[in-house]
Nanobody
Framework: QVQLVESGGGLVQAGGSLRLSCKASGNVDSINEMTWYRQAPGKQREFVAFISKGGGSTDYTDDVKGRFTISRDDAKHTIGLQMNNLKTEDTAVYFC??????????????WGQGTQVTVSS
């Protein structure tokens, strides 16, 4: 139904910046809100940032407020995550999530494969 591919991860020093992107394909017209999550080794996957359809509403976990900015380009079916003042605690695999309308279910969730972000001290 929907395919998501994250990109932009890499190795960065603490205090540095990185920009992630998530490109959606497939039934892109069905996509509603989109969300970034992250998962560090041995830890639960956690919410990072949310953006509504059209980009009019956003939300962030407290740990990244003021440092991360989520954006959305519906014409390109892409969301971004600008990460500034990175901390070692931000090290994780970052996943893109999309909620989309699907037959019989009304909506469903779709995930990308993730992109690794490593912040060194």
């Amino acid at each position: 139904q929907v395919q998501l591919v994250e990109s932009g991860g890499g190795l960065v020093q603490a205090g540095g910046s990185l920009r992630l992107s998530c490109k959606a394909s497939g039934n892109v017209d069905s996509i509603n809100e989109m969300t970034w999550y992250r998962q560090a080794p041995g830890k639960q996957r956690e919410f990072v940032a949310f953006i509504s359809k059209g980009g009019g509403s956003t939300d962030y976990t407290d740990d990244v407020k003021g440092r991360f900015t989520i954006s959305r380009d519906d014409a390109k079916h892409t969301i971004g995550l600008q990460m500034n003042n990175l901390k070692t605690e931000d090290t994780a695999v970052y996943f893109c999530n999309a909620r989309a309308a699907v037959p019989r279910k009304v909506w469903d969730e779709f995930w990308g494969q993730g992109t690794q972000v490593t912040v060194s001290s």
